[in-house]
C-alpha cells in the first residue's frame, strides 16, 4: 500500500469522525432549543 492511498484513507475518516461530531453537536442544538 502507497502513502498516497493511506493519507486518502486517513482523511477520509477524518471527515467521517467530524460529520458524526457535527451530527451529535446538531442534536444536542435541537434538544437545548425545544
Do not use: H
Request: charged share 25%; hydrophobic share 40%.
Amino acid at each position: 500500500m502507497n502513502s498516497l492511498t493511506w493519507r486518502l484513507l486517513m482523511v477520509c475518516n477524518t471527515i467521517q469522525g467530524l460529520g458524526r461530531d457535527i451530527e451529535k453537536g446538531g442534536q444536542a442544538i435541537e434538544r437545548a432549543a425545544r
